[in-house]
């Protein structure tokens, strides 16, 4: 369990400074298609190890510049599991803008979940 976690951490370390990069200087669509494609050759953990990997992503992105930040946590879960990389990457929009008027997660909305605006499924 501890080699699994261990591995898992080095990959989102891995990971980051691409997904860094790519926030800045790629659109969603690129960025996710080339994420999805190094995802694919990942393995397709199992839920406990699904929940274990995004743990690890919560951890590591709170410590990155700029706080916390769901666009970045649901690249970066993408590109290290091939079950993530096979989901829908969500971006949910308000036209007013500003702090906390999006949203990003993998796989399909839930019932009941926020209602935003403007939502792309790439």
Request: charged residues 25%.
């Given at each position: ?83 993530a ?5 969500n ?32």
């Amino acid at each position: 369990m501890i080699h699994e976690v261990l591995s898992d951490l080095a990959g989102v370390v891995s990971v980051v400074p691409y997904v860094e990069w790519g926030r800045r200087f790629r659109g969603p669509e690129p960025l996710a298609a080339t994420l999805r494609r190094r995802g694919a050759k990942s393995i397709a953990r199992d839920a406990r190890r699904r929940r274990v990997l995004r743990k690890l992503i919560v951890v590591v992105d709170a410590h990155l510049p700029g706080g916390p930040n769901c666009y970045r946590r649901a690249l970066l879960e993408m590109g290290l599991d091939a079950g993530a990389a096979r989901e829908p990457l969500n971006l949910g929009l308000r036209p007013h803008g500003g702090p906390k008027s999006g949203h990003a997660w993998l796989g399909p909305t839930e019932a009941g979940a926020e209602v935003y605006e403007v939502r792309f499924e790439i």
